[in-house]
């Protein structure tokens, strides 16, 4: 069964995902990237994040 939600460090652990770069792409507002904040831990919306990749790839590699 697949999760739909995952806090941050094990996003970033199931991922292989830095630090730094989850962290630009949070505060990057034009980004859209599928995390929320619920108190004083960040979350990452997982099937958002899956659809958000796939949008992303396209959109950084279509004039390459």
């Given at each position: 069964?697949e999760?739909?939600?995952m806090?941050?460090?094990?996003?970033?652990?199931t991922y292989?995902?830095?630090?730094?770069?989850?962290?630009?792409?949070i505060?990057?507002?034009?980004?859209k990237?599928?995390?929320y904040?619920l108190?004083?831990?960040?979350?990452?919306?997982?099937?958002?994040?899956?659809?958000?990749?796939?949008?992303e790839?396209?959109?950084?590699?279509?004039?390459?």
């Amino acid at each position: 069964m697949e999760k739909k939600m995952m806090d941050l460090k094990e996003f970033q652990n199931t991922y292989g995902i830095p630090v730094e770069t989850t962290r630009r792409w949070i505060y990057d507002k034009k980004k859209k990237f599928p995390a929320y904040r619920l108190g004083n831990k960040w979350y990452v919306d997982i099937p958002k994040f899956l659809k958000w990749r796939e949008v992303e790839h396209v959109r950084q590699y279509r004039y390459a």
